[in-house]
């Protein structure tokens, strides 16, 4: 089992910055893929970013250049640094953990993120 727990959600203009941070627990040597996603109101969940376990980062394209995905080994933590946000970035955001075999993904309880224009 692996538990996360998101935090640095909050409101924000637009331009601003934000950094989100995921604090992992439990058999976290399993896990794979880590990523961060975003639900917007009456959209679907999609993948904002997302990091393998030997450091490549992936992004969508409407945060490449603006967002950056990072992850702090010692402390089993996941970060998303958000800059120049727009309100199109207004969603909730979810940690994800994934496991390959047997698969598995693990989500976190999800942090509110507003950006006003």
């Known amino acids: 089992q692996v538990q996360l727990v998101e935090s640095g959600g909050g409101l924000v203009q637009a331009g601003g910055s934000l950094r989100l941070s995921c604090a992992a627990s439990g058999s976290v040597s399993s896990i794979n893929n880590w990523g961060w996603y975003r639900q917007a109101p009456g959209k679907q969940r999609e993948l904002v970013a997302g990091i393998t376990n030997d450091g490549r980062p992936n992004y969508s394209e409407s945060v490449e250049g603006r967002f950056t995905i990072s992850r702090d080994n010692p402390k089993n933590t996941l970060y998303l640094q958000m800059n120049s946000l727009k309100p199109d970035d207004t969603g909730v955001y979810y940690c994800?953990?994934?496991?390959?075999?047997?698969?598995?993904?693990?989500w976190g309880q999800g942090t509110q993120v507003t950006v006003s224009s």
């Open positions: 994800n953990a994934e496991r390959a075999w047997p698969r598995r993904n693990y």
